[in-house]
């Protein structure tokens, strides 16, 4: 098979490559185009995920079809964004017919469930990675950025911490547990539901938004530096699921809600009194903590006092730039 048949047997015939509200062309010409409504602005981002960096090479490519599309989806969810299209660039050492088709079908379920169409991308022969760039829309000046959190505001998450690093051990084999336990957990690492309505909710509300990544820590540093503000973390705050804390205990539970990394729940900077009416309309909001005056991110224990670690999340490089 060679590279037009791949693109056309797994992604083009796709159904979810079959065009969409505000998709105008999609796979098949030399760009797709998309058509964005009068006052609306385009929201892009990218995630690359390399085999053996962000998934273990072998894995289940069904799982890794949806979870690739998940990750990105989350960043427009994060920008309170409208998703539209995506586009897949695959990189892969062999054309293998089983794992082509069950990856696009993981890919295409997850298109569905966030409705986004797949409008393009590009095929190439190498070490196995996956590239997604997704497009969304919002209208023009309302996308949730980092920089707005002022004094005063409410940090919430839009949901439990620490579920995908406590999966991690489930998905790399070195630990087992029941089904109970390990079915959510997994189902949290594979296929993270991004928070696109929450996203929209929080539009005209929220200061500040991004989505969680590399860890709380580390990502609240990003919206702290931003915002050029301080943020508090009340460490008996954070959300856990009882999985979580059935499988590693209430302390383990912790530092993977803090410091470890894949939960794509939404992190945001909300003005006190916005909360109340988001709650009554059901939305999963949890209050961990404040912002203040000041720069940079603060844990605290249950009796206010400073306990934050040195170490914060996942980043590539730092090992070669320390
Ligand atoms: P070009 O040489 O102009 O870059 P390609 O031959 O790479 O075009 O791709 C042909 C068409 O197929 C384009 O519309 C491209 O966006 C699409 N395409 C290529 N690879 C993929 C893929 N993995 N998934 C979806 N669409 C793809
Ligand atoms: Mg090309």
């Known amino acids: 098979m060679g590279e037009f048949e791949l693109i056309r047997n797994y992604f083009a015939a796709a159904p979810c490559a079959q065009g ?103 095929t190439t022969r190498g070490p196995l990675s996956l590239t997604l760039t997704v497009f969304g829309r919002v209208p023009a000046g309302q996308a949730l950025t980092r920089s707005g959190a002022q004094p005063g505001d409410l940090l919430c998450v839009g949901g439990e911490l620490g579920n995908a690093a406590g999966a991690l051990p489930l998905v790399l084999g070195q630990r087992s547990a029941d089904a109970t336990i390990a079915e959510p ?59 979580l804390l059935a499988f590693v205990g209430d302390d383990e539970a912790r530092v993977a809600a803090l410091s470890g990394g894949d939960d794509y729940v939404l992190a945001f900077t909300l003005p006190p009194s916005e909360l109340a009416p988001l709650l009554a309309d059901g939305w999963p909001i949890h209050v961990i903590g404040r912002v203040e005056a000041g720069q940079g991110v603060t844990l605290l224990d249950g009796n206010g006092q400073d306990i934050t670690p040195a170490i914060r999340g996942y980043q590539h490089f730092r090992e070669t730039l320390e």
């Open 20 to 122: 969409g509200e505000g998709i105008a062309l999609g796979i098949g010409d030399d760009c797709a185009l998309l058509a964005l409504p009068v006052g609306e602005q385009l929201a892009i981002s990218t995630d690359t995920l390399v085999a053996g960096v962000h998934f273990s090479d072998p894995c289940d490519p069904f799982l890794l079809g949806q979870r690739s599309l998940a990750v990105a989806v989350s960043d427009l969810a994060a920008m309170g964004a409208n998703p539209l299209a995506f586009t897949l660039a695959l990189t892969t050492p062999t054309v293998d017919a089983d794992w082509l088709q069950r990856y696009a079908q993981g890919l295409n379920l997850m298109a569905q469930r966030c409705g986004v169409g797949l409008v393009g991308g590009d």
């Open 185 to 243: 957990l997994l189902a949290h690492y594979w296929s993270p539901q991004p928070q696109l309505a929450l996203g929209l909710a929080l539009r005209g509300k929220a200061t500040s938004a991004m989505d969680i990544s590399d860890g709380l820590l580390a990502d609240c540093g990003h919206i702290a530096k931003a915002s050029s503000v301080s943020l508090l973390i009340e460490r008996q705050q954070l959300p856990l699921s009882g999985a």
